[in-house]
């Protein structure tokens, strides 16, 4: 079954850095996603990604955050100046179609110390 | 305001028992529902989805969930559940006319005892 994949698993990084969480989506996907869960809370929606464009952000993705889809097959998070409050699983998925299906990936945890 | 409810955050029961995990949202629009699986240190996988007709949903697991339009509810349910069915559950929501992204509840962790 095709998967979305996440890289790395695991990132730590000081606070001021930048970081780059990288995904693959489903090859015949459309539609991007990054979403993230701090530790025992919900699942967040950051940013959804669709024609070489963003389509629509929460009001977490501020100017710290940006997404970029480099090649045919890599989609990006960047967060340009981590905090210690951006610590948190970041998710990416990705569905063929706008609404009907979404595809996880195992998620990055991020840890901003 | 749209939004997503899991009242219980934590259901133990015990193995071959059954489970309810409930689900409820508030919308004045039409909705696509699912239940996501997280298992300890995984991804979220999909379990099952609502999106038309049969209001009654399986999964391949045995799990299934009944979309409940007057009540806005989208329990879940095993009639026997297993040990290896211990993991957290999230219920999620994509509300028409509000983009594509899904609003999450806040998970119930099932633990299923011996």
């Known amino acids: 079954e095709p998967e979305v994949t996440q890289t790395p698993s695991h990132q730590v990084t000081q606070m001021g850095q930048e970081v780059i969480l990288r995904c693959v989506p489903i090859?015949?996907?459309?539609?991007f996603y990054w979403y993230r869960q701090i530790l025992g809370q919900k699942v967040e929606f950051l940013v959804s990604?669709?024609?070489?464009?963003?389509?629509?952000k929460s009001e977490i993705f501020d100017d710290q955050f940006s997404v970029e889809r480099p090649d045919g097959s890599n989609f990006t998070l960047k967060i340009r100046s981590t905090k210690l409050e951006d610590s948190a699983m970041y998710f990416c998925?990705?569905?063929?179609?706008?609404?009907?299906?979404?595809?996880f990936g195992s998620g990055t945890r991020l840890t901003v110390v | 305001a749209q939004s997503v409810t899991q009242l219980d955050s934590q259901v133990p029961v015990f193995e071959e028992a059954p489970v309810e995990l409930r689900c409820n949202y508030s919308?004045?629009?039409?909705?696509?529902l699912f239940w996501y699986v997280q298992y300890p240190n995984q991804g979220l996988q999909l379990l099952l989805k609502?999106?038309?007709?049969?209001?009654l949903v399986e999964s391949i697991n045995g799990f299934e969930a009944e979309f409940n339009k007057s009540q806005t509810s989208f329990h879940l349910r095993k009639p026997s559940v297993h040990i290896s069915d211990t993991a957290e559950y999230f219920c999620?929501?994509?509300?028409?006319?509000?983009?594509?992204?899904?609003?999450f509840g806040t998970g119930t962790q099932l633990k299923v005892e011996l």
């Open positions: 609502y999106l038309s007709g049969s209001t």
């Open positions: 919308s004045s629009v039409s909705v696509y």
């Open positions: 990604f669709y024609n070489n464009e963003i389509s629509e």
């Open positions: 998925a990705s569905s063929a179609r706008g609404g009907d299906g979404y595809t």
């Open positions: 090859s015949n996907h459309l539609y």
């Open positions: 999620a929501v994509r509300f028409t006319g509000g983009g594509n992204k899904l609003t």
